[in-house]
């Protein structure tokens, strides 16, 4: 499985971006998709978690009420992270990750850079 991730980018605080994490390979039963992030100097951290079948989903305190994790309506293996009101603290490289099972897969970061 492998994971690609895109849209990050710059932005001004208060603005938005919109990421996106699409698998390819061999077909597994997905459990959650999630994303985290690391910012410089810094340790990663969890941003938000979408569980597959249901839907529910789980955020960290510090992006609570601004990023919302969601599923793409079209395509099945695809997760969008829709971050809102981003502040200069949101500045990080994001990762896509995928838990199928016992497995966990991760894909290369993508920057996002909130300027003051």
């Known amino acids: 499985v492998q994971l690609q991730a895109s849209g990050g980018g710059l932005v001004q605080a208060g603005g938005s971006l919109r990421l996106s994490c699409a698998a390819s390979?061999?077909?597994?039963?997905?459990?959650?998709m999630e994303w985290f992030r690391q910012a410089p100097g810094k340790e990663r951290e969890f941003v938000a978690r979408l569980y597959w079948s249901g839907s529910s989903r789980d955020y960290s305190e510090s992006v609570r009420g601004r990023f919302t994790i969601s599923k793409d309506n079209a395509a099945n293996n695809r997760v969008h992270l829709q971050m809102n009101n981003l502040t200069p603290e949101d500045t990080a490289t994001y990762y896509c990750?995928?838990?199928?099972?016992?497995?966990?897969?991760w894909g290369q970061g993508t920057l996002v850079t909130v300027s003051s």
């Open positions: 390979g061999r077909a597994v039963s997905i459990t959650s």
């Open positions: 990750v995928r838990r199928s099972g016992r497995h966990t897969y």
